[in-house]
């Protein structure tokens, strides 16, 4: 059983700077992999990054000009996505999702989901 909540989101203006989180539920966290995707309407659900059990990430090339990055805490079950240099094109509702050790880049891989944290960027 997994269940998430991400936070962080917020209003920031372009070029700034904004880290989101995600806090899993249980005390096998660190056997999963972390993945981020966001939403926002015309464009579905994208990858944005992951980050697997033992801390390797990788970023979507689609948005590593956006500087994001991902790191990974396991003594807080939490995972972070900091975004930096952001553009309103990054505007979209962000979730995080798990899956189990390895890191996989489409939405349908993953087994567990939050239910979002919205980050807008305006001009």
């Known amino acids: 059983q997994g269940q998430l909540l991400e936070s962080g989101g917020g209003l920031v203006q372009a070029g700034g700077s904004l880290r989101v989180s995600c806090t899993a539920s249980?005390?096998?966290?660190?056997?999963?992999?972390m993945g981020w995707f966001r939403q926002s309407p015309g464009k579905g659900r994208e990858f944005v990054g992951a980050i697997a059990w033992n801390g390797d990430s990788a970023i979507s090339a689609d948005v590593v000009e956006g500087l994001f990055t991902i790191s990974r805490d396991n003594a807080k079950n939490t995972v972070y996505l900091q975004m930096n240099s952001l553009k309103p094109e990054d505007t979209a509702v962000y979730l995080c999702a798990a899956r189990l050790f390895t890191m996989q880049t489409r939405y349908q891989q993953y087994i567990y989901w939050g239910q979002g944290t919205q980050v807008t960027v305006s001009n």
């Open positions: 249980g005390s096998t966290f660190s056997n999963y992999a």
